[in-house]
């Protein structure tokens, strides 16, 4: 286990919270639950304090935006006059209500749950397709020829995008560089160009697809989000376009990591892939929760105190940010028996990493059904897969936890 001296105070820029996080995360737990950062802010981990906090609408929040970063810029950094912070800033995730209540709204209104399990067996034509395309090599890097592409695919088609317009290798690219500005942390200068530079692109997309869609509407998620500016509240299309980045990159960014980190995971453990591969339709979805709850690919998120406050007790100052580590309450022993199990069969679905609250994730039933048909799908096609953990490689990004490639090969 990490020592103690270098987990005080934390820092999300160490090393070896991208190889892996999970040691710092339980010596946090187990010894500093109430932990002051580095950075000026408090990191809870335990299940019962993250919940806690992001459960609390009435306490806690985003609060002031720019403040919130001058904390890692300092007091004149123009935090709005960066494209990536106002985009983020504009984005519900970043609001409180009643903001963010509107626009939710307007939000799930479009993305029923209807259209989303209208999706199913075109995600299984998907999956299909993919490794049909590679199976015959006997190899393939599963990061890219299979875990972007399905939800890359799944999110076009619902939103209506062609997912072979020549813009696409440029819009994928895009989100990881744009999202960029999640992470609690300044960013170096080429970082924050870099990301400014790729929301402005994004806009400029979305916007011709909005403007495209006024005025030759059709049955997509675009049009009903557009379509919602007719009523007297509905978003306008610069708020359409903002959602809509968001719910692209959300779409495919944390579904393609929880992909691979489960490919991932089930190598490292052959005994649950054997398991997976004995009843594939019926352990897809357990596999899928317990990898959400093992390896998540989205591992923090933060909230700011709107007013002085408690967490089980501990005082918060107004203002005051709190990084609340969902990785860590995932494996606390205080919630989930013998938590550091890799166990396809465990059934917890009460694991934190869609947050929870007013803020629980809107794409939860999507990712839930991509995940359950992707580990399905690959356990029957590919029963004798075999990932080279060797040559796994973790992105350099301490939030959105996934891998860069993943060679494997089969027989
Ligand atoms: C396995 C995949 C996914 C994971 C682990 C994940 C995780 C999360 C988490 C933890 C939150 C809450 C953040 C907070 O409270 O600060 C969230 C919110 C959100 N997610 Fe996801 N997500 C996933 C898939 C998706 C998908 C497929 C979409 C879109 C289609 C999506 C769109 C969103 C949006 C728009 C929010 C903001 C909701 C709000 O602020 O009210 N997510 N997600």
Redesign the pocket.
């Known amino acids: 286990m990490t020592d103690l001296a270098r987990i005080a105070p934390f820092d999300p820029a160490w090393p070896e919270l991208i190889t892996d996080p999970y040691p710092i995360f339980a010596q946090i737990r187990e010894s500093d639950p109430f932990h002051w950062s580095k950075h000026g802010y408090w990191v809870v981990s335990r299940y019962d304090h993250v919940r806690e906090v992001?459960m609390n609408r009435k306490d806690f929040g985003t609060g002031d935006f720019a403040a919130n970063l001058k904390l890692f810029y300092g007091s004149d950094f123009d935090v709005l006059a960066n494209s990536g912070y106002r985009w983020l800033s504009e984005v519900?995730?970043a609001q409180d209500p009643p903001q963010?209540t509107r626009i939710?709204g307007l939000?799930t209104g479009s993305?029923t749950a209807k259209r989303v399990r209208a999706l199913e067996p075109r995600i299984k034509e998907i999956c299909q397709e993919l490794t049909d395309a590679f199976v015959a090599d006997r190899h393939a890097d599963l990061m890219t020829q299979f875990a972007y592409q399905l939800?890359v695919m799944v999110?076009c088609e619902l939103m209506g995008i062609d997912y072979h317009t020549p813009e696409m290798a440029e819009l994928i690219a895009a989100i990881p560089e744009a999202f960029v500005v999640f992470e609690a942390r300044k960013l170096t200068e080429h970082e924050l160009a870099t990301a400014n530079r790729r929301i402005d692109e994004l806009e400029a997309f979305f916007r011709a697809e909005f403007e495209n869609r006024l005025a030759h509407p059709r049955d997509d998620l675009l049009t009903a989000l557009a379509q919602t500016g007719t009523a007297a509240d509905g978003l306008t299309i610069h708020e359409a376009t903002t959602v809509a980045i968001?719910?692209f990159g959300?779409?495919f960014e944390?579904?393609a990591n929880?992909i691979g980190n489960g490919l991932y995971l089930l190598r490292r453990h052959p005994d649950q892939w054997d398991r997976l591969v004995a009843d594939p339709s019926g352990l897809a979805v357990s596999t899928n929760e317990e990898v959400?709850r093992y390896e998540?690919?989205?591992v923090a998120?933060y909230r700011t105190a709107l007013g002085d406050t408690t967490i089980a007790g501990h005082p918060v100052k107004a203002g005051e940010r709190v990084l609340t580590l969902?990785g860590a309450a995932n494996r606390d022993g205080r919630k989930f028996g013998d938590p550091e199990r890799f166990d396809i069969a465990r059934g917890a679905a009460d694991h934190m990493?869609?947050?929870g609250g007013?803020?629980?994730?809107?794409?939860?039933e999507?990712?839930r059904i991509e995940?359950r048909i992707a580990f399905e799908h690959l356990a029957t096609v590919l029963p004798g897969l075999k990932v080279d953990l060797d040559k796994a490689q973790w992105r350099a990004n301490f939030l959105f936890r996934g891998l860069t490639r993943l060679e494997a090969r089969w027989g």
């Not at 007013?358 to 939860?364: D, L, Q, R, S, T």
């Open positions: 992001l519900f995730i963010h939710r939000v993305l939800p999110i968001a719910l959300a779409g944390t579904t929880i959400l998540s690919s989205l998120t969902v990493s869609f947050g007013i803020h629980f994730c809107v794409g939860a999507l990712a995940g």
